[in-house]
């Protein structure tokens, strides 16, 4: 018998003819050089955006010139980065079943056919490290290996830059499928992508309206090179004209009550008129020819009893009303099973009650072959497609046509039956390669052994799906992992639990959740007290040591620092004893307390040279040139920054190479030397741009603005912390906008728009106040009593601006910082001394040249002019 013809043809693009016109527009101005340009098309279910985009994905497949397409399809949303693995091993050609020796091979090969000699070792670690492709590490790659930011922002710019490399050879299209089923840290990625890619690039994204509703900053992205099209009902003229191409099979032609019937329901929606065709289909009312399959009889009379759908979601439940049972048995268990589904998951679950034979032979596999059988059948009709290329090794791998559909026939399983599949899914799943080394997979495994109620194991792949995500320097993931794990694990083990808190807690430091990272390092140290684990009790309080650091808690800092360090010795742990010696000497430096500072770093610094951490040692000299530049010592300054700066580079450490420049230039304003100082910003702005890390762009445009202001152009420097403000708003950075914000305070002021400064040091205050930074607010504080004493809340105020200058004072003296106090007496006594209003009082005339005196003294000590920068 000839073999059956699909059961519905693809609908044909009809009446699509000004979407595809702008779509050709977008991809002609690529290709014409004007850059790169985004197309997001956005639409509900059914409405065609899918076939929109394939058909301009086909006509650059086959145009005259050659134009590449990355395909990215979402993967699991608790994976992290699941599209752009699927985008990426798309380009390469990578199939998941490809064993990773061979996919390393290919991809070091064409990795190196498009960058030459050019770091392929680094962009294949990162590249690969999306695709879950082990590369060997590089000196780059170790040094961000223990900064998650760090690494993050690296590789944005390592893809970013390949991606751009490869479109200087041939036009690329990055083909983004189903936006708002996509993993929130492959949006990440992509909106940096899509806001920063320069080159014959086009991508093409397709999502519905709800996507948009989230992420409400998509359509502003790129400005003008962003077209946002809404994909909305064809008409009715063309709504007929694609049913008759969808009926054209049927012996006669299309009948027009089968057209009328569909066209009237559909209300322009192709997507639901190539279901009605299905639904026709397993109603009997379209019938394959026995003699000429491709041709179907139409059964007319069956069509008073079809139940027609109005939308997809109710055709879908006709759908699934028409399967047979062993059918809708068997899709049950692909439904337990996820969006993605393997046959011999399958043939386990189909096992579960049945009868292992006596003899294990051939003839006891006929399940297999039955099971293909069905799967053959529901591709046939459109229920499932067959994936060429499976995640596992000599796996047949399949997916569901429409996830609604899945999820539909997942609603239909009771939950006793649903806790039996995910235990013999996971007991499947957890034999195969590579599982527990994959995030995706890991993360897999998690959910069914919790769904199956053995939530201890849960817990602990949990923990180590959490694990790799940190690895990966995921960190949102990672946080969700940690969570479920920790929450699902209770009491049950110690030891993991204790490593597990300590993991968490560092991601939420750095998702800037420092309140809940608290909780849980307090938590480690109970844990380790309790069973006498000295090292991580050390790990815990210097952990909690550096929280209360960074937010200007210098006491329990230091108390806790000091206990770290104690238990460190005890456990012979010298690793951790450098770390919290550069800790301690960070924290005495906070406070003035210059040699002792210098001394605690030194000791750090040579136990780090006998491990030769490059990274370290280049953090250490960075550290010790900040406070010779504190100390007012410029040339060791100036020597370690350099230092440090030339670790860095040799390191090709981009992070680290911005953090430099941007200290020498602080020690260039330091020196009165702006233009040597904004040459420095400059550059390391530039080194920022090219790796698209914002946050470090907000903090080099913020110094930039100060040195625009010494140099006497407070026009240019208001401009340029906007510029800065703007950022950091976006990005939702509270300190670093705090304080641009106090310095488009003092540019307002050097400009006379007292109005303005007054609003942007108000808002720094309560910024700095919000973030508890106390360092930061005495700064803001004593800002705020300059711009009050300039008259920015009119005549009046003289006493709320000595009020603001003594609070500045007390915060800097609670804190222990000898600079920052001699800072505020000096701003403090040059308000009153040019204060008319308090130039007959003798008082505080007379308390104002002891506190300036007393300000002389601390510079001198310290051997800085009176002049030194604030902060």
Known sequence: ?????????????????????????????????????????VGPTGIGKRRLSEEVVSELRRGALPTRVYEG???????????????????????????????????????????????????????????????????????????????????????????????????????????????????????????????????????????????????????????????????????????????ARCQGGPPPRLIEAAVSLAGGAPGLLEHMVRVFRDAGVLVPDPLTPHEWRVDIDRLASVRLPLTVEDAIQVRIAALA????????????????????????????????????????????GAAENTLSDLVARDYVLKVPDGAFANEVEYVF????????????????????????????????????????YSAMLARHLEHAGSLTRAAFTYIESGNIA????????????????????????????????????????????????LALFREMLGIAYRLGLLSKGGAAHNRIGRVYRDTGSLGP???????????????????????????????????????????????????????????????????????????????????????ALKIRRELNDPLGIVESLNDLGELALDQADPDQALRLFQEARDVATDIGERNRIAVVLTNMGAAHLRLGNADRAVEVLTQAEELCDELGDKLHLAEAKRGLAKAHLARGELKRARESIKRSVDLFGQVRSKPHLAMALRTLGEVTGAGAWGDGHEVRAVDYFLRSIAICQEIGNEIEVAKSYRAFSSYVEGSQHYRHNADILREAKKLSQMADDIFQRHKLGSMSRPG
């Open 470 to 517: 940190r690895e990966h320097f995921a960190a949102k993931r990672a946080d969700e992992y940690y969570r479920k794990g920790l929450d699902l694990l209770g009491d049950d083990d110690a030891r993991r639990r204790i490593d597990a808190l300590h993991n968490h807690g560092d991601v939420l430091v750095l998702l800037g959740r420092t309140d809940e990272a």
């Open 401 to 440: 046509k429409h996830n609604l559909q899945r999820e539909a026939i997942s609603q239909l399983t009771s939950q006793p039956a649903a806790r039996r599949y995910h235990q013999t899914i996971a007991d499947w799943l957890a034999q195969k390669d590579g599982v527990r080394n994959q995030e995706e």
């Open 557 to 643: 800092a230091q108390r806790h620092f000091e206990t770290a360090l104690s238990l460190f010795e005890s456990a012979g742990d010298q690793r951790g004893v450098a770390s919290c010696h550069d800790d301690i000497g960070r924290l005495l430096w906070m406070r003035g307390e210059y040699e002792a500072a210098l001394e605690a770093m030194r000791h750090a610094l040579e136990m780090r040279k006998t491990h030769g951490d490059g990274r370290s040692i280049a953090l250490s000299l960075n550290n010790i040139g900040l406070v010779w530049r504190d100390h007012g010592q410029v040339s060791e300054a100036r020597e370690a920054l350099e230092s």
């Open 1 to 41: 018998m000839p073999a059956e013809a699909p059961a519905t043809a693809v609908v044909p693009l009809i009446g699509r003819d000004e979407e595809l016109a702008r779509l050709r527009r977008a991809y002609h101005e690529v290709v014409e050089g004007a850059g790169a340009r985004i197309v997001t098309l």
């Open 73 to 247: 399809r979402p993967g699991p949303q608790t994976t992290a980065y699941g599209m752009f693995a699927r985008l990426l091993r798309s380009r390469f050609g990578l199939a998941e079943a490809l064993d990773s020796d061979s996919a390393r091979t290919s991809l070091h090969s064409q990795v190196s056919a498009v960058l030459g000699d050019r770091r392929v070792g680094d962009v294949c670690y990162f590249l690969g490290e999306l695709m879950g492709l082990a590369f060997a590490e590089s000196p780059m790659t170790r040094a961000v290996g223990e900064d998650p930011s760090q690494a993050r922002h690296l590789r944005r710019a390592v893809v970013r830059s390949f991606l751009e490399a490869d479109a200087a050879k041939s036009p690329v299209c990055l083909w983004v499928d189903a936006l708002h089923a996509t993993d929130e840290d492959s949006v990440e990625l992509l909106g940096y992508l899509v806001e920063n890619l320069r080159g014959k690039l086009l991508v093409l994204c397709s999502t519905r309206p709800e996507f948009l509703s989230r992420h409400t900053e998509w359509a502003e992205l790129a400005g003008s090179r962003h077209t946002v099209i809404e994909v909305g009902p064809v008409d009715e003229d063309h709504a007929i004209a694609i049913m008759q191409a969808l009926l």
């Open 325 to 368: 049972p062993q059918e809708r048995r068997l899709l049950e268990h692909a439904a337990a099973m996820g969006s993605v589904f393997w046959l011999s998951g399958l043939v386990a679950l189909g096992r579960i009650d049945r009868e292992p034979p006596e003899l294990w032979s051939e003839s006891g596999m006929d399940d297999i």
